[in-house]
């Protein structure tokens, strides 16, 4: 473990631990000029919350509130003391901005090392970092922390396949940080070049920064040969870093030291006990430039009780279902792109890119998915394709309750995408 003591820390300790760094958290928050109007409004004093629980007298905070205090109303430091800022991807509208002090930088470092040991990375691995750098975080914070720990960096950042399978081949890479769909397509593309994924060096692939089902882990791994870890973080709370799965990729590990967490109903904003499904809540317990309380992460997800076999006592979250505002509602029915993308994976006819195209037509909700073939799978008869056609249909009736018109094509007809991929597209809202 990168920090055995911390990991393991037991229950009781761990939860004084936050308290003492709420309060911190709190005195720094007041410092904003967001949180002060906020905690003024609703007539909260920090200095009276002495229990953790009582959190939960503290309001919400949402990414609009981020949006509007933009560019620096939840600053809680001088403008001198800031050296680094990120952004979000904007996947759901504008992006928001985070700042970071040197300690912030140097936390976060260590955090993402203490993640990446949890996987058995060690000094020696030569770690290949394919995410976007820049202003998205998950190039830069993954980068440090694999630095911390000790690893060749290769900084190769998103897109460039040809170069990517080169750099893997001429310096043994053996751990790669990409996106599930880019993750498919580069395998496809070495494949495509007569280089079979699973005969190169790499051996861990850690796997986020959009949803994915475990189908689809399951598929990269076969691809590859290789163990995929699930990565989960987001810009509002550093970045990756947050929660990641350990040997046992049985749920990822939240750093409880450092993020404080609920769970809530998304629609009454009722707190939920841990094995219940609903959004999660995160409180930063850690951070120095953007204190941030009660942030409505939108990411719906459930605590796994049960302690892990790896002996970290910092609970684990389950995968990722999806976010509350990618729920689709389809003639009434609510469908998350990811419960499509799991019958879809499953089935081994089908390739890796797949898009889901919602239309209105004479007032009815239209759902067309357009699936791409495996390759090899490509020189088929008619009725062969006919009868996937029917049994992708059957299958996605049986889980959510919606017919869908599916066209099959062929392998490489849909765009592949190096970051964060846009699986939904609907024309309803035009
Ligand atoms: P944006 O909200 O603009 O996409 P970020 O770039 O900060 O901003 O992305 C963070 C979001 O990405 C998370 O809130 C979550 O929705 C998604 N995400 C990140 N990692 C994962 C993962 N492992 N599984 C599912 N979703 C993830
Ligand atoms: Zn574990």
């Known amino acids: 473990m990168w920090n055995s003591k911390l990991e393991t820390l037991d229950r009781t300790s761990l939860e004084e631990l936050q308290m003492r760094k709420l309060a911190r958290a709190l005195e720094s928050a007041a410092r904003t000029s967001y949180y002060s109007r906020v905690f003024a409004d609703c007539g909260i004093e920090v200095a009276k919350i002495r229990s953790i629980r009582d959190i939960k007298e503290l309001p919400f905070t949402t990414k609009n509130?981020?949006?509007?205090?933009?560019?620096?109303?939840?600053?809680?430091?001088?403008?001198?003391?800031?050296?680094?800022?990120?952004?979000?991807s904007g996947t759901t509208g504008k992006s928001t901005v985070i700042f970071y002090t040197m300690k912030d930088v140097g936390d976060w470092a260590d955090l993402v090392a203490r993640c990446m040991a949890a996987t058995g990375?060690?000094?020696?691995?030569?770690?290949?970092?394919?995410?976007?750098?820049?202003?998205?975080?998950?190039?830069?914070?993954?980068?440090?922390?694999?630095?911390?720990?000790?690893?060749?960096?290769?900084?190769?950042?998103?897109?460039?396949?040809?170069?990517?399978?080169?750099?893997?081949?001429?310096?043994?890479?053996?751990?790669?940080?990409?996106?599930?769909?880019?993750?498919?397509?580069?395998?496809?593309?070495?494949?495509?070049?007569?280089?079979?994924?699973?005969?190169l060096a790499v051996k861990k692939a850690y796997l986020g920064a959009e949803p994915y089902s475990e189908a689809t882990r399951d598929k990269i791994e076969a691809q590859w040969g290789l163990d995929a870890y699930n990565s989960y973080?987001?810009?509002?709370?550093?970045?990756?870093?947050?929660?990641?799965?350990?040997?046992?990729?049985?749920?990822?590990?939240?750093?409880?030291?450092?993020?404080?967490?609920?769970?809530?109903?998304?629609?009454?904003g009722r707190l939920l006990s841990d094995g219940e499904q609903g959004e999660l809540v995160i409180t930063h317990l850690n951070r120095e430039a953007m204190p941030m309380i009660r942030y409505r992460t939108r990411d719906l997800t459930a605590v796994i009780p049960e302690p892990c076999p790896c002996g970290r006592s910092h609970r684990r979250i389950e995968r990722i279902k999806g976010r509350t505002d990618d729920m689709l509602f389809i003639g009434g029915v609510n469908v998350f792109p990811s419960q499509i993308e799991t019958v879809l994976m499953n089935v081994p006819e089908v390739g890796n890119n797949y898009q889901i195209v919602l239309d209105r037509q004479e007032n009815l909700d239209r759902m067309h998915i357009r699936v791409e073939l495996y390759s090899k799978m490509f020189h088929r008869d008619l009725r062969e394709l006919e009868r996937l056609r029917s049994q992708l249909v059957k299958e996605l009736q049986a889980l959510i309750a919606v017919t869908p018109r599916i066209e099959i094509l062929e392998p490489g007809s849909l765009p592949p995408s190096t970051g964060k991929a846009v699986r939904v597209i609907d024309n309803r809202k035009i």
């Open 65 to 88: 509130d981020l949006r509007l205090s933009y560019p620096d109303g939840m600053l809680a430091v001088p403008r001198g003391d800031v050296v680094r800022m990120h952004a979000s």
């Open 233 to 268: 973080g987001l810009s509002e709370m550093n970045g990756p870093g947050v929660a990641f799965e350990c040997v046992e990729k049985k749920g990822m590990h939240i750093w409880e030291d450092y993020y404080y967490i609920e769970v809530i109903d998304p629609d009454s």
């Open 121 to 199: 990375a060690t000094r020696e691995d030569v770690f290949q970092n394919m995410m976007g750098y820049g202003l998205f975080t998950g190039g830069l914070g993954l980068h440090y922390g694999a630095e911390r720990l000790g690893c060749l960096v290769i900084p190769s950042a998103a897109g460039n396949t040809l170069r990517q399978i080169q750099l893997i081949r001429d310096f043994g890479t053996t751990i790669i940080h990409i996106t599930p769909s880019y993750a498919l397509h580069l395998g496809d593309e070495a494949a495509a070049q007569g280089i079979d994924p699973k005969r």
